[in-house]
């Protein structure tokens, strides 16, 4: 998660340091704002698709270790996806 927080970050960096030069070639401070407020807005949808993507997958091994009868002791990790 923290890869992807630090990639999020250093993609709207960049984003905004390509809208900022391409603003100050074809716009205003308002088509600027505008633009940036679009990318953020893309950046959260993608932030709560992957988040989505993430639960779907914790109820996933979820239903998986539930559907063992036999307990591994030797997996403790196993056990947090069992309750």
């Known amino acids: 998660m923290k890869r992807f927080i ?3 970050a250093v993609g709207a960096a960049i984003g905004a ?3 900022a030069i391409g ?3 074809f716009g205003s401070v ?3 704002a505008a633009r940036i407020r679009g990318a953020i807005a893309a950046g959260r949808q993608a932030m709560e698709a992957y988040e989505q993507d993430m639960w779907a997958d ?3 091994r ?3 270790g539930m559907s ?3 307990h591994n002791p030797s997996d403790p990790l196993g056990m947090l996806y069992e309750r």
């Open 6 to 8: 630090v990639g999020f």
């Open 17 to 19: 340091a390509a809208v």
């Open 23 to 25: 603003t100050a070639r």
């Open 30 to 32: 308002e088509a600027l």
């Open 58 to 60: 914790v109820r996933r």
């Open 62 to 64: 979820r239903a998986a």
């Open 68 to 70: 063992h009868t036999a």
